[in-house]
């Protein structure tokens, strides 16, 4: 329960960070090491301006940003309950971990970084 309370607690100071400042105006966000040393952007790309943008309610400017996020929060939301219900529901927990599932989901992490960096999205 301590752990729970205290990944709360850091997920809802991390989101008043992210609500307060521009990760694209604000020089103190880490810049994406991937980037910086290729010049391709990574899978993650514009997460934090996503997120930023999330918070302060443009959907369609975190879609701008880093599609592959905003449309995976809901996969994200679903592993984190399976994950939380994990002795509840082992089932759900069960399904929601199938190995093709996850390779499906690297599949796709893969295409979305390719089509980034080939002008596509």
Same mark, same amino acid.
């Given at each position: 329960m301590r752990q729970a309370l205290l990944?709360?607690?850091l997920t809802l100071a991390a989101g008043v960070v992210y609500y +307060?400042? /521009? &990760?694209?105006a604000s020089g103190f966000f880490p810049q994406c090491p991937f980037r910086a040393l290729t010049g391709w952007e990574c &899978?993650?790309?514009?997460?934090?301006?996503?997120?930023?943008?999330?918070?302060?309610? /443009?959907?369609?400017?975190?879609l701008?940003?880093?599609? +592959?996020?905003?449309?995976s929060l809901p996969l994200l939301l679903a592993l984190l309950c399976?994950?939380?219900f994990r002795?509840?529901?082992?089932?759900?927990?069960?399904k929601a971990?199938? &190995?093709?599932?996850?390779?499906?989901?690297l599949a796709l992490v893969l295409l979305w970084w390719a089509g980034r960096n080939m002008g596509g999205f």
């Open positions: 990944l709360f607690c +307060l400042y /521009d &990760p694209a &899978p993650g790309c514009g997460s934090q301006r996503a997120v930023h943008c999330l918070l302060h309610g /443009d959907f369609p400017g975190a701008r940003q880093n599609a +592959l996020l905003v449309l399976a994950e939380a002795k509840q529901a082992p089932a759900f927990y069960h971990h199938r &190995p093709a599932g996850i390779y499906a989901y």
